[in-house]
């Protein structure tokens, strides 16, 4: 047993095909943790999910690769 992990990537479909155990999708390929199309607040929100969705995703036990996603909230119109 080894130490678990969490990948937070946009390339999720080669993650998951390399057999990376915990997976959270990540926004874009440029910056997969963040959001820099949000205003400053909104894009902090948005790290803090990823971060909590990692967390979550440590804690959670699989057998297999699991992709775990993270909502980006659009602002309403």
């Known amino acids: 047993m ?3 992990a969490v990948l937070i990537t946009a390339f ?3 993650a998951l095909s390399v057999g990376a155990n915990r997976v959270i999708a990540g926004n874009q390929f440029t910056s997969p ?8 607040d909104r894009e902090k929100e948005f790290q803090k999910q ?3 969705k990692a967390v ?15 909502r980006l909230e659009k602002e309403e119109r």
């Open 33 to 40: 943790a963040g959001a820099p199309e949000l205003p400053a």
């Open 56 to 70: 979550e995703a440590l804690q959670t036990p699989v057998e297999e690769p699991t992709l775990f996603h993270v």
């Open 12 to 14: 999720t479909s080669i």
């Open 2 to 4: 080894g130490i678990s």
């Open 50 to 52: 990823m971060l909590l």
